[in-house]
């Protein structure tokens, strides 16, 4: 996914900056493409390790039998992204933000002359989330929506969440 439409970008993105792209709840996000090639990659594999396995390794082949079926729901999210339907089940309960957006007329946040407004905070956000909306969106305001895209497809979308011993 190198240069994107204004249409695959605002698809990939949500309004408040978030990237439904690297998301594991987008049915066209990076996670569930990246599962279906490693599934397809995987195929026959359990039978292939029952099959071939010592006895006294074959708890291996159930481990493996197990990711596997995890794998398997990764390539199956159901959320369509913030701004085409999204699934209830994967939004942040309560959020207005696309509706703000196209109240005033544009994309995202940082490109409101309100930013950063009072309407978001933690209320809506926790704190950690609160920040990443409103770091996300200076930096588009800084380098453009495009450009911000570019480097932050290539983190998790819970980079912000990890500790510091993980």
Known sequence: ???LTKEQLL????????LCYTC???IRGIICELSAKLE???KGFYDFQVEN?????KSYAEAFK???ERLVRYTKP???GCRNNPD?????KGCFILECTREHSIEYCGECGEFPCNKVNTDLFNPTIYNRWLNGNKRIQEAGAEQFFQKKKRESHYIDFMKEDS
Request: glycine share 4%; net charge negative.
């Open 40 to 42: 397809n990659y995987f």
């Open 11 to 18: 698809d990939n993105m949500a309004p408040c900056s978030l």
């Open 53 to 57: 396995l010592p006895e006294e390794i």
């Open 24 to 26: 594991p709840g987008f």
């Open 66 to 68: 197990t990711f596997e």
């Open 78 to 80: 159901r959320c369509n």
């Open 88 to 92: 209830p089940d994967c939004t942040i």
């Open 1 to 3: 996914m190198d240069e």
